[in-house]
């Protein structure tokens, strides 16, 4: 919570037709208390909370209709990631939540495809954990750069 520690995430969604390779998402995020689902607005609205997510296309797989993306979120609310890919029409595959079941289905993939994958420390001086500045943690590009229907 008092940004620490840095979070990178891969996401596979639907959809490749990214008119960009990269872009930094300004929305505005609610929580249905109900029904646990968040929505995404344009404008701030009563009780919002302002999102920042930022993305980049690590790989496009245009014949399957898909794409990879390393997402960083400055700001880190519930479901924020996976709200915001919604909204732009770029669900994460497997999300049973804010996806499609069409496109999960068609992956035969009923697990969301997100995950962090590098972690980076910043903690100040004070910290016992001071030591971990100098590392990074990061999961193998051959784990996650997997075509689709390889694992």
């Keep these: 919570k008092n ?13 490749s037709n990214f008119s960009k390779d990269s872009e930094i998402l300004e929305n505005y995020i609610l929580k249905d208390r109900k029904t646990g689902f968040s929505k995404v607005f344009d404008n701030k609205v009563k009780n919002s909370q302002k999102i920042i997510t930022e993305y980049k296309v690590i790989k496009l797989d245009k014949n399957n209709d898909y794409a990879i993306l390393n997402i960083t979120i400055p700001t880190g609310k519930t479901h924020q990631i996976r709200a915001q890919m919604k909204a732009i029409n770029h669900s994460i595959i497997g999300d049973s939540k804010y996806g499609k079941n069409d496109i999960n289905k068609k992956f035969r ?8 994958y590098k972690y980076s420390f910043n903690f100040n001086k004070n910290s016992s954990l001071y030591y971990l500045n100098e590392i990074n943690v990061k999961l193998d590009e051959k784990i996650y750069m997997k075509k689709l229907g390889e694992y």
């Design 3 to 15: 940004g620490a520690i840095k979070k990178e995430y891969i996401a596979y969604v639907s959809n």
């Design 109 to 116: 993939v009923y697990r969301q495809l997100l995950f962090a």
